[in-house]
């Protein structure tokens, strides 16, 4: 028996840092210093790059090459990258691979994107329950190269349905003629594997786990999704949250300095130009109010601060609650007690600033102008709050993704009901 | 030899929903329901509740019910809590652990707050060069029930310091004599104490690592940091950067409906009043031009639209620099570099609306309007997005976490420099 190269420790401090420097070129640039790699560092490196640049480098590179570098990757891996070359490369790519995994690669892109089985890893080291601590040993030597994880061993039946979950660690520390069944964990937490990736890698965040076993609908045993993929599902799903929640931009899905300008361009106009058709209303609300307008010059002065404030408000409240529903502490079924305290958290807000804001715009301006802009204040924090809680309730219950209803969305459609609440006041008030 | 309870797999899926549960309750609600739970149940729902929510139910609990609990947790997870408490209780809770775990807790709590000696494991099994794997194997099973995990193995030398990482697979797999050192990766990544808790777990993220060596400034080893918490710490981490970039929000650190509505306002007051003050700019500045608005009340009409694109340029850059920041991608030096990117972003999205909206308007409204508005938008969007780029990277420069430097901020300062930009135009072209 020979001692293989360990993998996870194959990826070394100065690999890391070659990767992080090829990540950062151009797509071109990268291609060339890509050729002048050794064999293994490009094994090495290739894996950590994103899928959307493997695919790049695969259309940059000789296909003896490519082939080489497709053989090394993981099947889970190998089914992300499929996804992301042009159709027909990826039949050529897989017509290169041996049957055994072209099968394993082909048998995870059946499943959904997105999903557990397009993520998992199906070279899996599983054991029997009638075996004892010491046969199980023997089996992790004999077998064990190839499994993607020794640590998390799932435990089947002859009909390889799935009984529970046993570890390296209890085999190993137990005594030898301890059966299998007695060191397994009936209760381990389990996934199918057409659940979303993002459920199921909160769940390994959730519940501290190496690895959770995938299983069919007849609870027979598919995979293992390790903690690793978890991680940068995570990664992608929460840069993807933070990209939307701050400025509606589509997430780059590569190294900022690796994508092109034009791409960044495209990644940000289509929110822009959605975000501009929505304020085209408040230009609409503020011509309905033009002679009000006219007749008090005053009022314009306090409008970017008002629906500037609104829209701050309305982003806070989606912003807590998308994220509270992406980890689960908010759920669609609370939509009435979310309203309940995002109303009473806008209205003490909205109080504060006009309470404090009243006296001042007295002094600085007059009294009236104070009256209209510090009840516009509170009704305006009031309705922001409760609107920017209620949006990503509400999509996610129609079935539309609440991180979309982010903050720019909230604040740009709280802009216009919040210019109709000021012209609304300050006409009772005014005039 | 006993066989001892899989700390891992104890944490079953029945346990993961009563947790979740409780998470979700009112703080007084929750001491009545853990009061209910037996010890193990108690033990394993304390231990997956945030640190903030433990430290209340440590005020709720009685102390011997305390001491069961505290006894129970991982040293580093109890030095978080210790954190949350009042020093008082503290230094009671600190009183009741065994000579060693008080030892162990306490040397974590020496580190810096977010460092790597606060979220490392103490309870490591290390292997020394000279021995063979079956040696190794004899040890493991001898020593390893205490150790946090079994599947990095750091290998040191007679004077404590660290010369490499091995892992129980290969000590499994490899061939009894082999010596450990040949198992041994000695490029494997290594942290210091001192080194910051995102960083630390980046890493863990971006090597695929289950966990990572802390060693002190004689590169002698102190602990370990496993995989669960990168997880929890980037999870921490994520949320903050979410709550933050889409709303300007302190992130609640517990889940949404136990933090009561007192706690939420004060979570997003601060930035509120911060972003109102800085609101005021804007009525500064329209006060300036209030004569222009008073000739020409059309002008008007377009603010909300006109400070509303820039902003979203603005916290569109700002977003995408911030997580580049964050991520790696990008660092201060590329300062140069990210404004010569952005200049082009922010002139060719001002450039489409431009002239998209000049026909448009010059049939809604007249062509001197049209023509303020258009270049005001090519002005704004180029001028937004250079300031949303360079904001995070001047943030970082001076020591301050890009975070803050969030969306809002971005758009609200843009919006007081966005009116300067369109009455400046509107004064060449219309007075």
Redesign the interface.
């Known amino acids: ?1 020979e ?2 190269a ?1 993998t ?7 690999s ?1 840092a070659l990767t ?1 420097e090829l ?2 070129l151009e797509p071109e640039d990268r291609a060339v210093e890509f050729r002048k790699l050794g064999k293994d560092a490009a094994a090495m490196a290739f894996d ?1 790059l994103d899928p959307p640049q493997q695919a790049e480098l695969v259309d940059a590179l000789t296909s003896d090459r490519v082939r080489e570098l497709i053989t090394e990757l993981d099947p889970d891996d190998r089914a992300r990258l499929l996804d992301e070359v042009p159709a027909g490369v990826a039949r050529r790519l897989l017509a290169q691979l041996s049957p055994r995994e072209r099968w394993m690669t082909a048998d995870l892109l059946g499943y959904p994107p997105e999903s557990a089985g397009r993520i998992m890893s199906p070279e899996v080291l599983s054991l029997h329950a009638g075996q004892s601590a010491e046969e199980a ?1 023997t089996r ?2 004999a077998r ?2 190839d499994a993607e994880t ?2 998390v061993l799932p435990v089947r039946d002859r009909q390889r349905r799935l009984l529970g ?6 085999i ?4 030898p003629e ?1 059966g299998v069944s ?2 397994m ?1 009936a ?4 996934v199918s594997a057409y659940d979303d990736q993002e459920k199921v890698a909160r ?8 690895a959770v076993p995938v299983v069919d609908r007849e609870h027979r045993l598919l995979g293992l999704v390790t ?2 993929d ?3 599902v ?2 992608i799903e ?2 993807e ?3 939307r ?5 589509e997430p ?1 899905r590569a ?3 690796s994508v092109s ?1 034009q791409k ?2 495209r990644s ?2 289509v ?2 130009t959605l ?2 058709a929505a ?2 209303l ?2 609409t609300v ?2 309905a109010f ?1 002679a009000t ?2 007749q008090v ?2 009022l ?6 008002l ?3 609104g829209g ?2 309305g ?10 529903l992406a ?4 759920r669609i079924a ?1 939509l009435p ?2 309203l309940a ?1 995002e109303v ?2 806008g209205l ?2 909205g109080a ?2 006009a309470i404090v804001g009243f006296p001042l715009i007295t002094v600085l301006f007059d009294r009236d102008i104070a009256e209209v802009v510090s009840l516009s204040l509170l009704a305006t924090c009031t309705w922001a709050t409760l609107v ?1 809680g209620m949006l990503p309730l509400a999509a996610s219950r129609a079935g539309i993704d609440p991180a979309v209803v ?3 969305l909230v ?2 459609l709280v ?1 216009a009901t919040g ?1 109709l609440i000021y012209f609304g006041i300050a006409q009772v008030i005014l005039i």
């Open positions: 028996m001692v293989e360990p996870e420790e194959m990826r070394t401090a100065e890391l992080e990540a950062r950590a040993l992790v030597r064990g190269r020794l640590y979950v046993t570890s390296l660690r209890d190993v520390l137990a005594e301890t007695e060191l964990n209760d381990h937490p389990v769940l390994i965040q959730e519940a501290d786990l190496l903690v690793d978890a991680l940068e995570l990664e929460d840069t949250d933070i990209a929640a701050g400025g509606g931009v780059l190294p900022y300095f300008v960044i361009v940000r106009i929110w822009l975000l501009i304020a085209t408040t230009v503020l011509s033009e307008l006219e010059v005053t314009s002065l306090f409008i970017p601060l629906i500037g404030t701050n408000c982003a806070q409240a989606a912003t807590t609650i998308t994220r509270a980890v689960g502490d908010v609370d007690s979310v305290r009473r958290v003490m807000l504060v600033f920017g982010s903050a720019p604040t740009t802009d210019l």
